[in-house]
């Protein structure tokens, strides 16, 4: 389901702006990336996901999850779809929720689950993936008490706002 979210993504990339040597940089490393050249994608994507690009902090994320190019390190891959995700990147909100949902590369916590899987199922277009993310919002639903549920949608409200004003967003401490 991660695999797709990538071919997505790879597939509907377009880089503009000020930027645009970080943007070949970016699209060198996802060419590399789709020819299964990992390790190349990897040194090419890594120092634009650190300069804070949530396509390529996703991308990073993704490579991490699956051990293309890096070493398998869910708990990485976890820290990267954050980053991604703070600033509002569907995918990687999707992704994020899915690993709170199932405790994988992170603590089991069905509200940050919901919450990242809120937002997911909100800024996802609509089809499979967006289908798939209204699932496991839904299934981390049934595992909260109503004040859960409460603070999860104020904390998804609060990502929202940041998001938009494109603000720098703190992480909560887990």
């Not at 071919?7 to 702006?17: D, I, K, N, P």
């Not at 909100?93 to 899987?117: H, R, S, T």
Request: aromatic share 6%; net charge positive; with cysteine.
């Amino acid at each position: 389901m991660r695999k797709t979210a990538l071919a997505l993504m790879v597939l509907g990339l377009s880089c503009t702006g000020g930027a645009s040597l970080r943007a070949d940089q970016l699209e060198d490393g996802l060419s590399a990336y789709s020819s299964s050249d990992y390790q190349q994608a990897a040194l090419l994507v890594r120092p634009v996901a650190e300069a804070g690009n949530k396509e390529a902090q996703y991308v990073l994320g993704v490579m991490y999850d699956r051990g293309n190019g890096v070493p398998q390190d869910m708990v990485a891959a976890a820290s990267w779809y954050a980053r991604s995700a703070n600033q509002g990147h569907a995918l990687a909100q999707y992704n994020l929720g899915a690993m709170y949902c199932e405790g994988l590369g992170v603590a089991f916590d069905p509200i940050q689950a919901y919450k990242w899987l809120n937002l997911a199922s909100a800024n996802l277009s609509v089809g499979d993936q967006r289908d798939l993310a209204v699932r496991y919002r839904d299934r981390a639903r049934r595992k909260i008490t109503r004040e859960q549920l409460a603070e999860a949608q104020r904390q998804s409200q609060a990502v929202q706002a940041m998001v938009a004003r494109n603000a720098p967003i703190t992480l909560a401490p887990r």
